[in-house]
């Protein structure tokens, strides 16, 4: 491709018609725990300009929106981790185009530059001023470059009156505009400070490359390269000034023309931010647009402040909880800690297979649940398994040693596997201990898996397996104790329910760990609805069921808020607060007693609206060492949302040194967790600083939480 587009090809009579068309265009403006989320399960529409570049500023500094790290662009980071020291002071040079062909983009800045400025100060005590200056081509009416706003200023209304004066003209003539000169013209024009605690940025929004610096037309003199990219770098650093580049879209009139120039445009933008220490983040590509566009969409939370938590807190916090395993386990065994355990589908590792309706994959899903109700058992998750399998087939292992490997990966102390028959149906299943090839323990069942986890645990030839299930207590030593008889309570009083279930509860186990990463995700969560409906056809009073239902409704409730389809939203809530009053009604029919305490706390809570009863209940849970790990840890989730004010809480409610001791509990204690992975992502964990640099809890299921609906009677 040519480093330059001739000047014949752009003033042509085409090129003149497109000229007026941009002048007439008008700026429009636009106007598995209840709480673990999917966001944004449904594709939306190609978001346009003005969308994508309002999303960028409403999303790309908020902990709570922000997409993640890897839609950011080509190096990988987060413009979250760039925020300054909070006590620092921040400058902001904004450098547009203002040609035509960013008409739209414009409109996107001025909607949402506010928006940007208000997470930038939140909890800061240094301040934030900008100032700004556009550039378009020699031959544009207002000049090639103004400044807008000539002083850097914290005042945010100044900068909407400037922003309000920005109007689009034209980029004659040629596609290729200013830009050299409009970020020349920031950085030596503008008042810097020029102190260490203030940090400096040029923000650049642009959708055209500057000229080459060996272009110069005869017939436009001044359409040329005035200032080279090396200048505009070194000028840069001797001033301490970091350059972050926006690539925008440009108008759908020009897409041939964008698209030819876009290697030149990439190359300049990346180079001044590669240059700077700054960040590049390129909208022309569809999937970091979609997910910008999505994440723009989130509703913007109101804020609870804590205290910062540190790396001392999140140690005290899990020496505390190991301390109160021990002591719980006392009984039972003592040397017994937590067991953490991984469970494969019954396939050869090249063959195997992550489909929720194969049988070879339905038995894990069975095993999991089974030995994931125990007090002290952590089991993997099966999107975690599905990653280290898939990353293990290429490692030219054999079977025994990929399952070495997984559990080294994993993290487990005991890693279940199995063989099928020659249909593919599981026949066995062979639990292995880390560090040790010769299987532990083979268990044959040929497919009837009901009593399979009572058995394993009671045959193994290990303390801490045989620990996990205590002897009966009381006068008669052959009845089995509570917990056996949970593990072998089946799942539903017939065969093809439970395999409905179990299609449901992996599927949506897996669009869980998941979250937004997965296009498919909207798809596989109808699935998991359908299979979930399927099973209450044949038995409608499976609490399970319901329960399972219950989980797929709030999540595609919160996905339609995301998307802002509030009244999608409010009808799926709806539908939560139904199938969960019903399998409230029956609960007894679910096979974990666990499961069950928390279902009564989420309906006292959520359907009932009962708080002060609910959070007695979450926090029993939260406390109790006899309840299984995964529930402890959504009841200390639900109990961070609560006194943080989330849920539509009273004022009174809200406690933040409660909310910062619930999430230490989580980012402790379960640090792989979903949960753990959002609240990082929102306290903005810093692993150099070793603690939160913006204690900030998101409340934003209060309209949610709020909707109403008639409460089923319960038994």
């Not at 070194?234 to 970091?242: E, M, N, P, Y």
């Not at 120039?261 to 300049?268: D, G, H, I, Q, V």
């Not at 020496?319 to 109160?324: I, L, N, Y």
């Not at 004022?651 to 967790?673: F, G, K, M, T, Y």
Request: negative net charge.
């Amino acid at each position: 491709m040519p480093s330059f587009f001739s000047p014949q090809r752009f003033r042509s009579d085409r090129w003149a018609r497109v000229l007026r068309a941009r002048r007439s265009v008008r700026i429009a403006s636009l106007g598995l725990g209840l709480l673990v989320v999917a966001p944004s399960l449904v594709v939306a529409d190609e978001p346009q300009p003005q969308a994508s570049t309002s999303a960028t500023l409403r999303s790309i500094f908020s902990f709570s929106a922000a997409p993640p790290r890897k839609t950011m662009g080509l190096l990988q980071r987060s413009f979250l981790e760039i925020i300054p020291q909070r006590d620092s002071d921040l400058e902001i040079a904004l450098v547009i185009d203002g040609t035509g062909s960013m008409e739209t983009a414009i409109a996107g800045v001025r909607e949402s530059a506010v928006a940007m400025l208000e997470d930038l100060r939140r909890g800061r005590s240094g301040e934030v001023r900008t100032a700004l200056v556009v550039f378009r081509d020699y031959a544009a009416p207002a000049g090639p470059v103004q400044i807008l706003q000539d002083r850097f200023t914290a005042d945010g209304e100044s900068l909407g009156q400037a922003l309000e004066s920005l109007r689009a003209e034209s980029g004659e003539p040629f596609f290729h505009e200013l830009v050299d000169v409009g970020v020349h013209t920031a950085l030596d024009r503008l008042p810097w400070s020029t102190g260490a605690d203030t940090t400096r940025w040029v923000f650049l929004f642009g959708d055209a490359p500057p000229y080459a610096e060996s272009f110069v037309p005869a017939d436009f003199p001044e359409a040329r390269r005035h200032y080279s990219t090396d200048l505009l770098v070194a000028l840069a650093g001797r001033k301490g000034i970091q350059i972050h580049s926006v690539l925008c879209e440009s108008s759908p009139e020009l897409q041939a023309t964008y698209r030819q120039a876009l290697p030149e445009t990439r190359s300049f933008m990346n180079a001044l931010a590669a240059g700077t220490g700054g960040l590049m983040l390129d909208l022309s590509y569809p999937d970091i647009r979609q997910a910008i566009v999505e994440a723009g969409r989130q509703p913007r939370a109101d804020l609870l402040e804590i205290e910062p938590i540190t790396r001392s807190d999140l140690v005290l916090a899990r020496e505390a909880f190991g301390k109160e395993t021990a002591v719980a386990s006392a009984e039972a065994d003592p040397t017994a800690a937590e067991v953490r355990i991984a469970v494969l589908p019954h396939l050869p590792i090249h063959q195997m297979s992550f489909d929720a309706g194969k049988p070879a994959v339905q038995i894990a899903t069975h095993l999991r649940h089974k030995l994931e109700s125990l007090p002290r058992v952590r089991m993997s998750s099966p999107y975690d398994v599905e990653r280290r399998v898939r990353r293990m087939r290429a490692a030219g292992l054999n079977d025994d040693q990929q399952v070495q490997a997984i559990a080294n990966q994993l993290g487990v102390d005991y890693v279940v596997w199995g063989e099928g028959d020659a249909a593919g149906n599981p026949v066995l299943s062979v639990v292995y201990a880390k560090g040790t090839a010769e299987p532990l323990l083979r268990v044959p069942h040929e497919g009837e898996y009901t009593r399979l986890a009572s058995f394993m645990l009671e045959k193994a030839p290990d303390d801490r397996l045989r620990g996990l299930v205590p002897p009966a207590t009381g006068g008669d030593a052959d009845q089995p104790s509570s917990r056996t008889q949970e593990l072998v309570r089946p799942l539903a009083r017939q065969p093809g329910t439970a395999r409905e279930i179990l299609f449901a509860l992996e599927t949506l186990e897996q669009v869980l760990g998941k979250l937004a990463t997965d296009p498919t995700a909207g798809a596989r969560l109808a699935e998991a609805q359908q299979a979930a409906e399927a099973a209450l056809k044949t038995e409608s009073t499976n609490g399970l069921a319901h329960w399972l239902l219950a989980n797929i409704h709030f999540n595609l409730a919160t996905a339609a808020q995301g998307r802002g389809e509030t009244e999608v939203a409010e009808e799926a809530m709806r539908e939560m607060k139904r199938s969960l009053g019903r399998a409230f009604r029956y609960r007894n029919e679910i096979d974990s007693s666990s499961l069950v305490k928390e279902l009564v706390a989420d309906h006292a809570f959520l359907v009932q609206r009962k708080v002060p009863e609910a959070i007695r209940a979450y926090e029993s849970i939260a406390n109790d060492p006899q309840v299984c790990t995964s529930v402890r840890r959504r009841a200390h989730w639900m109990l961070t949302g609560i006194y943080s004010g989330d849920w539509g809480v009273e004022p009174e409610v809200v406690d933040p040194s409660a909310a910062r001791r619930h999430s230490i509990a989580i980012l402790a204690n379960w640090e792989a967790s979903p949960e753990a992975v959002l609240l990082r992502k929102w306290l903005g964990w810093d692993e150099q600083t070793d603690r939160t640099e913006h204690p900030f809890l998101p409340r934003s299921h209060g309209d949610l939480a709020n909707v109403e609906v008639p409460a089923e009677p319960a038994s």
